[in-house]
């Protein structure tokens, strides 16, 4: 099993735990397991917390059932708070970057907020939600979902590195599910320039691309741009549904530079 490092600043970790200088560094060892590992060492009926990257708030949860990936549940009414007041006091199919913390593991993992199906916790929680470590899937793909693979990246401080090896389609990719789940580091980690993206992510309801034109990997082994035929369905705050057909634009600086997204374009093209 491979263990990374990660060096997490959390402002918010003084609502969960002893006060702390707000500016000190505290880190951790997190793991990035496969989902085969994680599902022999958190059975079903086994319990274990839930701390949120962002936040640094944390819950406790029951692994109830899932084969691919655990489907959870809080433990009491109080935890069910916590999780809600995570996701601003309404239940979202957000992804958000987690740590599954199990006596002396420290799992990076990713979680959304949506209650559904069964529950059988007296937590006031209707049904249970779901947490997906590096390598699970859904139960409708046997591919791991983009958004929650990038989650799990971003709670074991691998997004940086994988973004960094990404190819344009890689990172179009990762770009567009930033924005899709409203996550700033993700998406100013794909993005060329610097930008205020909280009022613009607000704006986002959903997104998703529903075609992209693709070049084959050996023929952009020696470009530093590149346009990228795409189309985009937006669905805006108070606007409804839009649909882009145009070009992405990618560039970097040199052959061994991280491709960025032209933010400054695209965000003039999709009137945001």
């Given amino acids: 099993m491979k263990r990374f490092v990660i060096i997490l600043i959390f402002f918010q970790i003084l609502l969960n735990g002893p006060r702390v200088d707000a500016t000190s560094e505290i880190s ?23 701390m949120d990257v962002e936040t640094g708030k944390r819950f406790r949860v029951q692994r109830r059932a899932g084969s691919h990936h655990a489907d959870v549940q809080p433990l009491s009414v109080k935890d069910t708070k916590i999780m809600k007041s995570i996701y601003g006091g309404k239940w979202s199919w957000k992804r958000r970057a987690i740590i599954v913390i199990q006596k002396d593991h420290w799992f990076a993992a990713s979680m959304h907020g949506m209650p559904h199906g069964a529950g059988a916790l007296k937590n006031d929680f209707p049904g249970h939600f779901c947490i997906h470590f590096y390598g699970s899937t ?3 793909s046997n591919s791991m979902d983009l958004s929650h693979m990038l989650m799990v990246l971003k709670a074991s401080g691998q997004l940086d590195e994988y973004l960094g090896k990404a190819n344009p389609y890689e990172v179009t990719n990762a770009y567009i599910a930033g924005i899709k789940q409203q996550d700033v580091k993700i998406v100013s980690q794909a993005s060329l320039q610097k930008v205020k993206w909280p009022p613009i992510l607000k704006k986002v309801e959903n997104v998703g691309i529903s075609t992209m034109e693709l070049l084959p990997p050996e023929d952009l082994t020696e470009e530093l741009y590149i346009d990228i035929p795409i189309t985009v369905d937006w669905f805006i705050k108070n606007e409804g549904r839009k649909v882009f057909r145009g070009k992405i634009h990618l560039v970097r600086y040199s052959l061994t530079d991280p491709w960025k997204v032209d933010s400054k374009h695209f965000l003039q093209e999709h009137h945001l």
């Fill in 138 to 140: 859904t139960h409708r």
């Fill in 28 to 50: 951790y060892k997190v793991e990035m397991p496969n989902w085969k590992e994680v599902d022999r060492i958190l059975p079903r009926y086994s319990k274990f917390t839930v």
